[in-house]
Antibody, heavy 118, light 108 residues
Framework: QVQLQESGPGLVKPSETLSLTCTVS?????????WGWIRQSPGKGLEWIGR???????YYNPSLKSRVTISLDTSKNQFSLKLSSVTAADTAVYYC???????????WGQGTLVTVSS | SYVLTQPPSVSVAPGKTARITCGGN??????VHWYQQKPGQAPVLVIY???DRPSGIPERFSGSNSGNTATLTISRVETGDEADYYC???????????FGGGTKLTVL
């Protein structure tokens, strides 16, 4: 059974960098599939942040591209998200997810709330 | 960028059929995926490739897609189906994964 679990600070100060890690169990991230991040602002809808594929370049939502970095650590079976220069608008529940090769998300982490506040 | 439009809310009585629409320019040419999200939980895939159901999803959930509208249909609605539902596509022109704004299904 594939499982994903997000981890990282729940509170980040404005202008700092948000850093989250997604630990995957039950599947090797170096085998196949895209691995991505999606966020959901309080009371709002889902926003795709970006994705990465083992052996490929990451790809980001253009609206966030200048501030986002997604990377893989295959030795730990983890992938990570960094979002720089955060503001209150980046307060959201952040989900990591496995993306099928046909562009749908079949496994999700439980999500982690990140609040941007001083 | 590609835009998906969903009604904010749909209400249905238990045992009846709920239809949730997702509008987009020539969406019939794309594969549409649907997710169910209950309060405080992560989204769950309920329909992929317009009409396919992942294992464990009841047959009461079905999908269709044609022209400018995709539809998620939930037959014999139960109180446990009350949730937010999101449609999603891959926009090939931009390589983006696009979500609709979501529809809150209320079971009266």
């Amino acid at each position: 059974q594939v499982q994903l679990q997000e981890s990282g600070p729940g509170l980040v100060k404005p202008s700092e960098t948000l850093s989250l890690t997604c630990t995957v169990s039950g599947y090797s991230i170096s085998s196949d599939y895209y691995w991505g991040w999606i966020r959901q602002s309080p009371g709002k809808g889902l926003e795709w942040i970006g994705r990465i594929y083992h052996g490929g370049s990451p790809y980001y939502n253009p609206s966030l591209k200048s501030r986002v970095t997604i990377s893989l650590d295959t030795s730990k079976n983890q992938f990570s998200l960094k979002l720089s220069s955060v503001t209150a608008a980046d307060t959201a529940v952040y989900y990591c997810a496995r993306e099928d090769n046909q562009y749908f998300f079949d496994y999700w982490g439980q999500g982690t709330l990140v609040t941007v506040s001083s | 960028s590609y835009v998906l439009t969903q009604p904010p809310s749909v209400s249905v009585a238990p045992g009846k059929t709920a239809r949730i629409t997702c509008g987009g320019n020539n969406i019939g040419s794309k594969s549409v995926h649907w997710y169910q999200q209950k309060p405080g939980q992560a989204p769950v895939l309920v329909i992929y490739y317009d009409t396919d159901r992942p294992s464990g999803i009841p047959e009461r959930f079905s999908g269709s897609n044609s022209g400018n509208t995709a539809t998620l249909t939930i037959s014999r609605v139960e109180t446990g189906d009350e949730a937010d539902y999101y449609c999603q596509v891959w926009d090939s022109s931009s390589d983006h994964r696009v979500f609709g704004g979501g529809t809150k299904l209320t079971v009266l």
